[in-house]
């Protein structure tokens, strides 16, 4: 294509906010083709077909930026004061402007300007025609809050969605340290489990780690999922990032399970699995028949059915989350293969099958019941939970909120060192400017649903509040490039939220990750996270040890346990997955034989796994970082990993039920003393 046209293809994706060029894993630099920049653009609305249409869409991108009077969102940081870009044709810069600030509790304040007082801040000339913008101050000492500013001069009107927030997150308080254990709740099982982990056993991992001295519990994911038809069992593709999974509700918690015989039994005949791997499908079918016959006794209790209904009052989204799941179900279908109108989403009472609408209502009200009882139980920072990235395609967000996916498109990341070609998640990533457009309401919504119970929330894949990798469609995941997201109105939704619900977040910052992503992160208080096995090296000193801010931690749900870590397993499946070539494995199994004796040598213990986890754990624990966390695997010596990145079936990801009951954990010696280890470490740092 044309010198002129590539230039114009350039600026119109800047102006987009997509990277022409960036840093892949290997940390090479990579030009984003113009097919790639084509394909992208069109799908964030820009008007072209091919590349060589960009000077005419870049003319009409500068025209609608400068002809757009006010922002669709603002941020004011707290103690900072702010000034709000206008923008209009500069024969209209004179006059009265009106401002309505209408605050989130229902107040307004009122004050007027002049356009022609107002400072000027930039200039274009468009076509012939001269544009200028000018800067509105915005009144100091707003209160923290989701407000709506409207402006109106003349025949000009806009309303923005005011985000005024605190410089900062939620922290621990001063001196405040402490520790928890990692287990997914699908893996958790005890004496009295029928199938999967339930909240009732999640409450009584907590109450034995509280019994230890510790104060957090961490688990995956614990959202809705389909786990019938399209069955994806995974925590990190939810039907929903704002409704829970009623795999786990216990049914025996609740007041119609005393009236309930057929309930009982149905519970009663449900065998109990004795194979290390999960079966979703047969899991859920049981509970769903113990659920279902646990709604029929709820007419017998009219006070319970009252606040199931206030509860579905209060709730908009829930009734509609109710009628998609039952339409689903009802139809044998995607969402995308329904007709037109329940596409669009309109869905009536003949759609689907009532009853099916009603268990949704029913087991959604359960979940969200056992969760306060439990966050209440827990006390603080008690639960830790995690905001997956992204949700299934065929999911409810999507097909409630389609504008604010960009379809066409799929998350992804570069390539690196193990996916060479690049990474393809399949999920369609939030839009950018339809996300600003609507004020952010559905990121804020995602972070509420959690920090209702959460103390802790982690954020899965943090630098995507700045940045994400898009993979077009029908292309290779290796001719991707990054799209920019509204940080600052990201952020700030992150730290009122926090604030509000007095709640430590945590961001997934690992991996290839700008610097100033984590410098903003220290400047918001959201810590990171420290993930000892990364850190690990053959030569002395073994580790640069954890930051303070920072969740502490042996490994991740993403990595090799510390046994299969110690023994080198990852090297012999990377090689299986044709990762690794045999001889670059032999030299992985070297440094790692090589940082198994440092680690020994620097601990004083012999060179044995339990040994060394242990020392290396009391280590990080009697260290700076804000918290620790342990896997409870590692404690036994699991040697297969919850997930294997970039793999579907050749590893069996999220269904690895732990070796040992909660009960045999107990009465492990060699668990119960590496926790208290921990514990003493923790308190004596």
């Given at each position: 294509?044309?010198?002129?046209?590539?230039?114009?293809?350039?600026?119109?994706a800047?102006?987009?906010?997509?990277?022409?060029?960036?840093?892949?894993?290997?940390?090479?630099?990579?030009?984003?083709?113009?097919?790639?920049?084509?394909?992208?653009?069109?799908?964030?609305?820009?008007?072209?077909?091919?590349?060589?249409?960009?000077?005419?869409?870049?003319?009409?991108?500068?025209?609608?930026?400068?002809?757009?009077?006010?922002?669709?969102?603002?941020?004011a940081?707290?103690?900072?004061?702010?000034?709000?870009?206008?923008?209009?044709?500069?024969?209209?810069?004179s006059?009265?402007?009106?401002?309505t600030?209408?605050?989130?509790?229902?107040?307004?304040?009122?004050?007027?300007?002049?356009?022609?007082?107002?400072?000027?801040?930039?200039?274009?000339?468009?076509?012939?025609?001269?544009?200028?913008?000018?800067?509105?101050?915005?009144?100091?000492?707003?209160?923290?809050?989701?407000?709506?500013?409207?402006?109106e001069a003349?025949?000009?009107?806009?309303?923005?969605?005011?985000?005024?927030?605190?410089?900062?997150?939620?922290?621990?308080?001063?001196?405040?340290?402490?520790?928890?254990?990692?287990?997914?709740?699908?893996?958790?099982?005890?004496?009295?489990?029928?199938?999967?982990?339930?909240?009732?056993?999640?409450?009584?991992l907590?109450?034995?780690?509280?019994?230890l001295?510790?104060?957090l519990?961490?688990?995956?994911?614990?959202?809705?999922?389909?786990?019938?038809?399209?069955?994806?069992?995974?925590?990190?593709?939810?039907?929903?990032?704002?409704?829970?999974?009623?795999?786990?509700?216990?049914?025996?918690?609740?007041?119609?399970?005393?009236?309930?015989?057929?309930?009982?039994?149905?519970l009663?005949?449900?065998?109990?699995?004795?194979?290390?791997?999960?079966?979703?499908?047969?899991?859920m079918?049981?509970?769903?028949?113990?659920?279902e016959?646990?709604?029929?006794?709820?007419p017998?209790?009219?006070s319970?059915?009252?606040?199931?209904?206030?509860?579905?009052?209060?709730?908009?989204?829930l009734?509609?989350?109710?009628a998609?799941?039952?339409?689903?179900?009802?139809?044998?279908?995607?969402?995308?293969?329904w007709?037109?109108?329940?596409?669009?989403?309109?869905?009536?009472?003949g759609?689907?099958?009532?009853?099916?609408?009603d268990?949704?209502?029913?087991?959604?009200?359960?979940?969200?019941?056992?969760?306060?009882?439990?966050?209440?139980?827990?006390?603080?920072?008690?639960?830790?939970?995690?905001?997956?990235?992204?949700?299934?395609?065929?999911?409810?967000?999507?097909?409630?909120?389609?504008?604010?996916?960009a379809?066409?498109?799929?998350?992804?990341?570069p390539?690196?060192?193990f996916?060479?070609?690049g990474?393809?998640?399949g999920?369609?990533?939030?839009?950018?400017?339809?996300l600003?457009?609507?004020?952010?309401?559905?990121?804020?919504?995602?972070?509420?649903?959690?920090?209702?119970?959460?103390?802790?929330?982690?954020?899965?894949?943090?630098?995507?509040?700045?940045?994400l990798?898009?993979?077009?469609?029908?292309?290779?995941?290796?001719?991707?490039?990054?799209v920019?997201?509204?940080?600052?109105?990201?952020?700030?939704?992150?730290?009122?939220?926090?604030?509000?619900?007095?709640?430590?977040?945590?961001?997934?910052?690992?991996?290839?990750?700008?610097?100033?992503?984590?410098?903003?992160?220290?400047?918001?208080?959201?810590?990171?996270m420290?993930?000892?096995?990364?850190?690990?090296?053959?030569?002395?000193p073994?580790?640069?040890?954890?930051?303070?801010?920072?969740?502490?931690?042996?490994?991740?749900?993403?990595?090799?346990?510390?046994?299969?870590?110690?023994?080198?397993?990852?090297?012999?499946?990377?090689?299986?997955?044709?990762?690794?070539?045999?001889?670059?494995?032999?030299?992985?199994?070297?440094?790692?034989?090589?940082?198994?004796?440092?680690?020994?040598?620097?601990?004083g213990?012999?060179?044995?796994r339990a040994?060394?986890?242990?020392?290396?754990?009391?280590?990080?624990?009697?260290?700076p970082?804000?918290?620790?966390?342990?896997?409870l695997?590692?404690?036994?010596?699991e040697?297969?990993?919850?997930?294997?990145?970039?793999?579907?079936?050749?590893?069996?990801?999220?269904?690895?039920?732990?070796?040992?009951?909660?009960?045999?954990?107990?009465?492990?010696?060699?668990?119960?003393?590496?926790?208290?280890a921990?514990?003493?470490?923790?308190?004596?740092?």
């Amino acid at each position: 294509m044309a010198r002129r046209e590539f230039a114009a293809l350039e600026r119109l994706a800047r102006r987009h906010g997509v990277l022409t060029v960036f840093r892949d894993g290997f940390k090479q630099f990579r030009e984003a083709s113009p097919e790639t920049l084509t394909a992208l653009l069109r799908t964030l609305g820009a008007p072209l077909e091919k590349p060589e249409e960009a000077p005419e869409a870049l003319r009409q991108a500068l025209r609608a930026h400068w002809s757009r009077f006010a922002p669709p969102t603002a941020v004011a940081w707290e103690g900072d004061s702010k000034t709000l870009d206008l923008r209009l044709p500069e024969a209209e810069l004179s006059g009265p402007l009106a401002c309505t600030l209408r605050l989130e509790d229902g107040r307004e304040r009122r004050w007027d300007a002049r356009l022609d007082e107002l400072p000027v801040r930039g200039r274009a000339e468009l076509d012939g025609s001269r544009f200028v913008a000018v800067g509105l101050r915005l009144p100091d000492g707003l209160p923290q809050g989701y407000h709506r500013l409207v402006l109106e001069a003349g025949e000009r009107h806009a309303e923005l969605r005011l985000l005024s927030a605190p410089a900062r997150c939620h922290t621990l308080a001063e001196g405040e340290r402490p520790w928890g254990v990692f287990l997914p709740l699908y893996a958790l099982h005890t004496d009295a489990t029928r199938g999967l982990g339930d909240l009732s056993d999640l409450g009584a991992l907590a109450a034995w780690t509280k019994d230890l001295g510790g104060s957090l519990v961490g688990t995956l994911p614990l959202l809705a999922a389909f786990l019938d038809e399209p069955f994806e069992p995974s925590p990190y593709v939810p039907v929903s990032r704002l409704f829970w999974n009623e795999l786990y509700v216990d049914p025996r918690r609740t007041p119609e399970w005393d009236l309930s015989t057929d309930a009982q039994g149905l519970l009663d005949g449900i065998e109990t699995p004795t194979e290390r791997l999960a079966d979703y499908r047969s899991a859920m079918e049981g509970r769903r028949r113990v659920l279902e016959a646990l709604l029929d006794k709820l007419p017998e209790d009219p006070s319970r059915l009252g606040r199931l209904r206030e509860f579905a009052h209060a709730r908009p989204e829930l009734a509609s989350y109710a009628a998609f799941r039952a339409t689903v179900e009802t139809r044998g279908e995607t969402w995308s293969h329904w007709p037109a109108r329940l596409r669009d989403g309109r869905l009536e009472a003949g759609d689907y099958e009532p009853r099916r609408a009603d268990y949704h209502l029913y087991v959604q009200w359960l979940a969200d019941q056992q969760l306060a009882d439990l966050a209440e139980r827990m006390g603080e920072p008690g639960l830790y939970l995690d905001l997956p990235l992204g949700v299934h395609a065929s999911g409810f967000d999507v097909w409630r909120r389609p504008g604010d996916f960009a379809f066409g498109v799929a998350g992804g990341a570069p390539p690196d060192r193990f996916f060479t070609k690049g990474q393809n998640w399949g999920f369609a990533p939030l839009d950018p400017k339809a996300l600003r457009g609507e004020g952010l309401d559905y990121w804020r919504a995602c972070l509420r649903h959690h920090l209702q119970h959460a103390g802790v929330l982690r954020l899965d894949h943090f630098m995507a509040l700045h940045r994400l990798y898009w993979v077009p469609e029908g292309m290779p995941a290796s001719e991707g490039t990054y799209v920019q997201y509204p940080a600052e109105e990201m952020y700030a939704t992150v730290c009122l939220e926090s604030v509000r619900h007095r709640a430590w977040i945590i961001g997934e910052d690992l991996g290839t990750v700008p610097k100033y992503v984590q410098r903003r992160m220290e400047e918001r208080a959201i810590d990171g996270m420290y993930v000892g096995q990364f850190d690990y090296r053959s030569e002395e000193p073994v580790a640069r040890g954890a930051k303070a801010t920072s969740l502490a931690s042996m490994n991740t749900h993403d990595t090799p346990t510390f046994a299969a870590w110690w023994d080198a397993k990852d090297a012999a499946d990377q090689v299986e997955l044709g990762l690794l070539q045999p001889g670059e494995a032999d030299g992985v199994r070297a440094g790692r034989a090589k940082t198994r004796r440092a680690l020994a040598g620097q601990y004083g213990v012999p060179e044995e796994r339990a040994a060394v986890l242990r020392a290396a754990l009391a280590e990080m624990a009697a260290g700076p970082a804000r918290a620790v966390m342990v896997t409870l695997e590692d404690l036994w010596g699991e040697k297969e990993q919850q997930n294997t990145p970039g793999t579907t079936t050749e590893r069996p990801n999220w269904r690895l039920r732990a070796a040992k009951s909660l009960e045999e954990m107990q009465a492990d010696e060699v668990v119960v003393e590496t926790l208290r280890a921990v514990n003493d470490a923790r308190r004596s740092g």
